[in-house]
């Protein structure tokens, strides 16, 4: 292969006097899948809009972009000329698949235009034919059906399968990926990118595969760029990149995402505390995809620090040693939360005239206890329930039957002003850090209006004192208190809504999601944070989550939610290593962790070899 | 969409109802006993009570209530206290005019507006879009008088091209009354679509950055392709809702306009009618405003389910 099918030299990408991406070099082969992670701005995603030529308005590209087939460079390129290429040659899957479609169009000729406006089939007719046999090859259900439907009545996953039926349509020799299973579940997810490494293995087309996620990359890409502030900071074979990284920022993002590796003090590392990670190893991988040989891959994987042979039979955080502790005093005393067949039902709008309106079971009947000081799990995928679990624990809405005693207090049936004391107990950290938080509040107002008696100003001694004490236990500095929400970064005001929280001195903190909406290298420092605070203030956690790799890091008992029931709890370890129901074991078999991916990968490779030795 | 229509019609019949008691029970409340006005200080109390009888004011409340409201849906008015004159025939006479103006002149605004707002969003951050956005915001911020006077004073006086006021029905001279009805559509469309203008412009700015339109142009299509295939659609539903708000406004809001250019319409009829003291004519506007207003609503709901397949789905 003399030429590359892209071939991008020095681009440049700036906005104004600020450089968004400097110096971006990539030749990609026929068939290449090459991977771009990066966290938010870091340049990932501009460079991929600069490569389709879609820049935003004042935002200008320099340098070279090449594709093969073109006899032109694509920078600078007018517009008519572009409209030959986008769609055709090069096309591309976005983030947010409901958003990323037209939602008054039906599905099947949103998939029919690309193929239209590029004259690849000869007629309408053609086109809607051919749209439901792409829809097919994206194996959703019933494509002919699909093909009618509007974009709100597919699934996340659905919708993301018709973008790439879409996106493929014109067997294009260039894909671009940009985060497109971020916003799907991990069962969901795993799916997808099934689907797309299949799909462009198959045609032989070249990815280029944007994501914050390393797992992912690890899952389907030949080669990584690492981006960071608009450069590439290093290159090389997913190998090479994820088990030797060259470049401090690498080892630090690769740390922060290993959610299997903790550092001398029970901690996730940092990009601060990278330094001491030692990356995945890959050692004889065994059989992929199966549960059992994934956690072998993994415990021979595991690094091997000072402590971690005695940390490998106890891979729970946190203190080890006062874990049988608390398994037992979940027995002996009374649960600090304690849910008895809790059913909540909701009615949805009538459709018809004749019969009764639809119902809603989000919850079907479920029990569990949780003991003072546990750190309890609550795993599940969108509609799973999980959501509205949490918003009966934390009284904002009424069990249609059952029983929910949150720290003595009975929610069922409880009006609003004896829910007062349970609030007072239990504090909700969301999971959207910019929504939750009045953008007109100062944060000095934020943290301490739990504390605040009606009519009571902020800004007297003793608030003043609390608030300042709580953003130090936050690592946040002095001067943030008379700031807005919008001053500060996502994982600061994670800190802030933390602080909020706890301010009130709660028994329980529940958190919903806390991190998914943060960078990685964030994420690790806010569950440090998490499970620190826990500790020092001697909390009972309800930690709510679809990662499991999160839930496997901070809990040590868990429960896994699918469609208002639960199907499995116990210890997280066991629920992890030896799941029980089917939904669990697809659950976890889907859940992607770096070290996973990594051992998958190994096995593949050595498969490849295999077959091509056949081949020769 | 079936049921979305049903609720919504009886929506329409029960608002209507609770409408036609409130208005009854208001106009009551007023002081003053409509045969003494209709015959003055001097009248004796036997002529009262004769004209009492001949308005039917001497009976019960409800009874006059449900006569009102029977005649209502015959379409019978009844007999102004004032001029002694059938009223259902005025405000046929009446609404007509209104409706045609009205029509017209947010037809009108709406053919400056769409084209003008998008034109405006597409290029808001050149010269040419600033300088439209400009004049738009004069047009929100001129009164509609005011642009009837200087239409007025330009095109007829002036210039002499179209009669300065006036009123032909189209049936009798069709010629006519499109040289009548051109100036005060033009004052009425001038401000309306200023107004209409700035929401079509911060409707297709906002769809503008909508990830579907991202996707439309990776898939190969031009910017201005991708806004109308895509775009316009979206952009409608919110230029509808204010449309439909401004166009049952206007109805009554015309009435400065109709005072300029001497039109017989609604507007002016209630504002004669609240000065002569017609209760019953009063009453008899007010009511065909509330079912105009209603039909425009019911009207919106059914265009956005036509839009919006979300809608049809939630019922």
Redo the contacts between chains.
Sequence with gaps: MSEHLLEVKDLRVSAGERTLVDGFNLELGTGERVGLIGESGSGKSMTATAL?G?LP??VSAAGSIRLAGTDHDLVGAR??RM??????RM??V?Q?PL???????RVGPQVA??ML??RTVPNRRAAAAKAVEMLASVRLPDPAEAARA?P??LSGGQRQRA?LA?ALANDPALLLCDEPTAALDVTVQRQVLDLILESVSRRSTGLLFITHDLSVVASICDRVLVMNNGRVVEEGTTEQVLTRPAHAYTRGLLAASDLEATDSGGRLFTVASAAAYVPPKIVSPPRRGTTTGTTTATRAARPTLPDASARTDHPAPATPAEQPDRGRGAGAVEPLISVRDLVRTYRR?????FGAPAEVQALRGISFEVAAGQRFGVVGESGSGKSTLLRILAGLDQPTSGSVKVAGNEVAGARENELRQLRRELQIVFQDPMGSLDPRMRVRDIITEPLLLPGESARTARHAERAAEMLRAVDLPPEALDRFPHQFSGGQRQRISIARALIGEPRILVADEPVSALDVSVRAQVLNLLSDLVDRYNLTLVFVSHDLGVVRHLCDNVVVMNQGLIVESGPTEQIYEDPQHGYTRTLVASSMSLRSEMAGRAMDSREEVTSQGEGQ | MG?RL?INAARFAVTFMVATVAVFIFMRAVPGDPAQIALGVNATPELLAETRAEFGTDRPLPVQYFDWTLGLFRGDFGTSYVTRRDITPLILDRVQVSLILVGLAMAAALLIAVPLGTLMAVNH?RISGILLSGLSQAGVAVPGFLAAILLVVVFAVGLGWFPANGWTPPGEDFGDFLRRVFLPVLALASVQGAILTRYARSAVLEIMS???L??????????TEALV??GL??AAIPVLTVTGVQLAALIIGAVVIERVFVIPGLGSLLLDAVGNRDLLTVQSVVMVLVAITLTINLLVDVLYTV????IR???
Aim: no cysteine; proline share 3%; charged share 35%.
């Design positions: 389709m879609l308005e004042g517009d008519s409209q030959r290429i986008r769609g055709n096309a591309m976005f947010e958003s990323a479609l037209n939602p008054l169009m235009e690309v406006k590029h509007f709100h009545q973008m879409m709008g009538r459709t018809s005239l | 049921i049903l951050r909508e990830d579907y991202r996707t439309a142009r990776a898939k190969g299509l031009g910017r295939k895509h659609r979206n839009l919006d397949p979300r789905k939630k019922a």
